[in-house]
């Protein structure tokens, strides 16, 4: 499945029933030593390394050969004396006697030394620094993850939706990233902070269980692990209660560490209030691990609903807006706000919030009251909002649904600090890529188009 | 799988197993009758239709409820006497014996009727019309489309990885989306038209088989069945020939057909040159199909490497500047351009286009010479493509892809003229989305803090 026309076998793929066999193999060149007349090559890819013999002919003819040129080899596959088997090594029962080499690709020396690179080095020369098998492995079980999610939610009867990147501006939180609209001049899309709205509108529409590995996007003065663009497991469903997203979400945590990890986790998960957190832990992602290399998830649950900020003498919603009051505190929204409880919850794993959601409102009159509720007035949530108080008249179901970060669960199920080591090309904090030099200037006339002018 | 506190069964999931049984549903009110004193109510979820019979309390006390309305019904389920039994429903062996109704949400009479509705007023009430079974069928079936994709892949040790949405504006073709950066005023991102470049740049990682589902954008003057926001079928794969990727996406289409249609389809594909299917069929995208309901895929190879356009007086890629000459015409670039040929390649399905590939120049020295023949100065690429040039120089394998549109194939699938009858929340012809009334008005802080202003 792995033979080309440039190979018939990867670099990851020969063993002893392979010996005698012609093969060729194409690949980057690992090492090569020079041993008197003869030579040894190591050719690498993504699937492992394959040692080669070089007769003193063709060791001669290499012997400058650049390491990490792209090399194309034939030749015969020999075992390995016993003495040199290497047990750790997929292929090192045997060695392949080179017959011909053919120069796919010459490197230049690499103008980087991995071993003491700066992330600044290693950002701009991206494509050499994923080359690592530190970071080939971060990608891979990062896709083996999202492979995993996928099977189970589709198992679970979820439907995979792409919802639209170029969306509505929101009003609360971080900034939005703003895209202007060249047909409308003047207006502008927003990119979306999370698919809130629309997996909501999903709901309406009667597709029950819902999810997406979506991109989302927040203009932030970033933090130190915090990206412009990051990817969130974006959840929901109908006629869920609380429980049923503890009791999902517990088989899905379960198949994934199985199946990417093959570990064994136990469910249920422990559970704590937010209040509990506080008082016990001081922090609302309490780390229960009691031994290193043990995964301890927690339930933080009995969110307030709402948050006062001193600063700008206004109550904030602490989730998001469409957070579903406890029903017997919904009275206290407009007497006492500090007191209503919200449906929602979060996951915490070692210490890191990786997931949180809640119940929905699904009552526009609900939704209306907790809108007045965080100082706005009527004309200003249905400036904003109106498609979403239309939408429950007809026929909203009861529903809810959670997010997870999935660069953060893939940093910690490598065993990464930083989400910059699962993500192909990230950002650094300054927001910039500078592999590719982004954000860059633009020309007079495309701004022209657009009707906008730099101030 | 389906049970949660809302509900023990789902719509479509009752049968003459379940007879005896207590059951509660979830759904909506899809119809009532009342006969007399008793009534037939039917219920309905995405996964099917219940009907339940009311006695005359319940008839009485609910005779009034409203289509669309949100309920939860209690019951107990019965055969349906001989008579009644609809073959054409999975639950039409039994009905259920209501007990007791709850109005979880009423609805208000639905705003539209969507056998006469325009397709303005069906985007504007999208989460209504999304209820309809045509369309709630479209994103099934796209789901499994996306989903046997993404299993093939998979098991042909393809790697899913994310490229960025935040990226660097491209010189070539359509116009780029920007986002104008709030930490560098004056500099703007761009949203990608297609992770060309860093697909391109995995392979020069080393990861030697790419795919992405990848949303790309296009800010063009929409003809009739565009998209602002598009999802390709992104693929890259390294010591690929011409011969490697017909030979893999046959496979590829044969296993994602079989899996969502139940069609055997007939591989290899035949093919046909640009020049014959010019000359035979004036067109690049013929309609080999005999019957009607046929799948007749054909592919397009041999297309030259640039075209020049009159109107600017200059040459353009056909398909993109990265795509490879033939080896023997390359000396032609320079005195002949017209007449070099490229590892290009389309793939045609009923007289569309779904997909599009070359084998890419994997050599800096190549890539120069056609950045030159196509009019740039060496400051101008080097601007624009430093990165990849640089790239080039350490070890970048021989490699080729081809790209899907996804939402073409998703409409060939379900049957529909139009793209957006298979995306979730399509925008109109004028990029505007009717739904949530974007693209809108900014704050004049927004602009402030972007360093912008409309002219």
């Known amino acids: ?97 080179a017959s011909e080499i053919v120069v796919l690709n010459e490197s230049e020396p690499l103008p980087l030394d991995f071993e003491h690179a700066s992330e600044e080095t290693r950002l ?63 207006k502008f899309y927003a990119l979306p902070q999370s698919p809130q709205q629309y997996k909501q509108l999903l709901m309406v529409a009667g597709f029950d269980r819902y999810f997406q590995i979506a991109r989302c996007f927040r203009d932030e003065d970033l933090r130190a692990d915090r990206q412009p663009e990051f990817t969130q497991l974006d959840m929901e469903m109908s006629f869920f209660q609380e429980e049923d997203v503890y009791s999902l979400i517990e088989k899905l945590m379960k198949f994934v560490w199985k199946k990417v990890l093959n570990v064994d986790i136990k469910v249920p998960f422990p559970r704590l209030t937010y209040a509990e957190a506080m008082k016990k832990y001081k922090r609302d992602n309490p780390d229960l691990r009691k031994k290193k290399d043990e995964y301890a998830f927690v339930w933080v649950t009995g969110f307030p609903l709402l948050e006062f900020n001193d600063e700008d003498n206004r109550y904030y919603a602490l989730h998001h807006p469409f957070t579903s009051p406890v029903a017997e505190d919904l009275d206290l929204l407009e007497t006492n706000p500090d007191k209503v409880r919200a449906h929602a919850y979060d996951l915490v794993l070692n210490g890191t919030e990786i997931g949180g959601g809640s119940i929905r409102m699904h009552r526009g009159d609900w939704q209306q009251r907790v809108f007045k509720a965080l100082g706005m007035s009527e004309t200003e949530y249905k400036a904003k909002f109106m498609h979403m108080l239309e939408a429950f008249k007809y026929g909203a179901p009861p529903h809810g649904g959670i997010a997870f970060g999935l660069d953060r669960i893939a940093a910690i199920i490598t065993g990464n600090e930083s989400i910059r080591e699962v993500i192909a090309f990230p950002k650094t904090k300054n927001a910039e890529s500078l592999m590719e030099n982004s954000p860059s200037e633009v020309d007079k006339e495309q701004l022209d188009e657009l009707g906008l002018r730099i101030k």
């Not at 394959?50 to 015969?76: D, M, Y």
């Open 124 to 186: 701009t020369y991206r494509y050499l620094d994923l080359r690592q098998p530190d970071m080939q492995n971060n990608l891979m079980v990062r896709h083996k993850l999202v492979k995993a999610v996928r099977d189970f939610l589709s198992d679970y009867n979820f439907v995979e939706i792409e919802t639209p990147i170029l969306s509505k501006s929101t009003p609360e939180g971080a900034r939005d990233y703003l895209v202007p609209s060249r047909v409308h001049k003047g």
């Open 1 to 97: 499945m792995n033979k080309t026309h440039y190979r018939t076998h990867t670099c990851g793929e020969l063993n002893k029933s392979c010996i005698g066999k012609s093969v060729i193999l194409a690949g980057w060149l690992d090492s090569l030593r020079i041993q008197g007349k003869i030579g040894f090559l190591s050719l690498r890819d993504r699937y492992g390394v394959t040692q080669f013999f070089l007769n003193p002919k063709l060791a001669k003819k290499f012997e400058n050969l650049k390491k990490e040129s792209v090399l194309q080899i034939k030749g015969k596959v020999n075992a390995r004396p016993d003495k040199q088997v290497n047990k750790d090594m997929s292929t090192g029962e045997v060695e392949v006697e």
